[in-house]
């Protein structure tokens, strides 16, 4: 009987999510002849629009913005080889206190039992031996990261399938690395006060489990990215290049929260006791 090849999914909030804490490891396994499996929740409707128009000013049309993005996802997916494409197409809800927060069809505004039901559906569908997405911040707080962390853990617990689930973060030491690129690329942060209503981003180093080596996947995670053009003025790490953008992206690290397998952490492997 020919043995059922291992299978990878990732849950992620919008398209372009997928490129930057995820495009190495779905670039990476794909190659490694795993299943991948991408979940994208929302149609990015509150993305900038066609010639830049931000969301809310004049001539900022949603249908016009899901569309680009809908094919950028689309030529994002082609760039790292995913192997399954799946959308739940729910109105992207926009940065937290926006008044598309509330909108009919809004993510956030989507109860997690109903969504969840919609994920655990394809997780039923395809078995994935591995899960990965945010933590319960969504990694920076944006309303539909958090939603996609909280269907994702209700869908895992309702169908028990996934022998490892993950989420993604940062480490620490990596964030003095960060502002100086930041800096240097002259992009500007936030005031510390309005920083300090935000849990402490990324995780300190001996708490992350797992720390998976895809720099050889750095230009196709740089090209996934640069396939989110119509984006590009939020996407700061296009401006690095690929090469700096693989120094400093090109390890992907990750907290595991659920594991049937036993294998010891550290591990540098999603798939480590699964082999
Ligand atoms: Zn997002």
């Not at 690395?177 to 936030?190: C, D, H, L, R, S």
């Not at 230009?219 to 590009?232: D, I, R, T, V």
Request: net charge negative; proline share 6%.
């Amino acid at each position: 009987m020919a043995e059922r090849s291992l299978t990878l999914m990732a849950v992620h909030a919008h398209p372009d999510d997928e490129a930057t804490s995820t495009g190495g490891i779905l670039a990476r396994y794909a190659a490694e002849g795993v299943t991948t499996v991408l979940v994208t929740c929302t149609d990015g409707r509150c993305g900038d629009g066609p010639g830049g128009v931000k969301p809310g000013d004049d001539g900022h049309d949603p249908q016009a913005v899901v569309a680009m993005r809908q094919a950028e996802l689309v030529a994002s997916c082609e760039a790292l080889k995913v192997t399954h494409l799946e959308t739940l197409d729910y109105a992207d809800s926009g940065m937290m206190g926006w008044a598309t927060n509330d909108a009919p069809g809004a993510f956030w505004n989507t109860p997690v039992a109903e969504a969840a039901d919609r994920l655990a559906e394809l997780i039923r569908r395809y078995r994935p031996d591995v899960v990965v997405t945010y933590d319960e911040n969504g990694f920076y707080g944006h309303p539909d990261h958090i939603q996609a962390h909280r269907i994702t853990m209700a869908a895992v617990e309702r169908t028990g399938i996934p022998a490892k689930v993950y989420w993604t973060t940062v480490p620490q030491s990596a964030f003095q690395e960060f502002g100086k690129v930041m800096q240097e690329i002259g992009v500007e942060f936030p005031e510390p006060d309005a920083a300090d209503e935000m849990p402490a981003l990324g995780l300190p180093d001996d708490e992350i489990t797992t720390w998976v080596d895809t720099r050889a996947q750095g230009g196709q995670k740089f090209a996934s990215l640069a396939a989110h053009a119509s984006q590009a003025e939020n996407i700061f790490f296009l401006r690095l290049g690929e090469e700096r953008f693989t120094e400093l992206m090109g390890m992907e690290t990750f907290v595991r929260v659920r594991d049937s397998t036993g294998a010891p952490t550290p591990e540098d492997d999603l798939f480590a006791g699964l082999r």
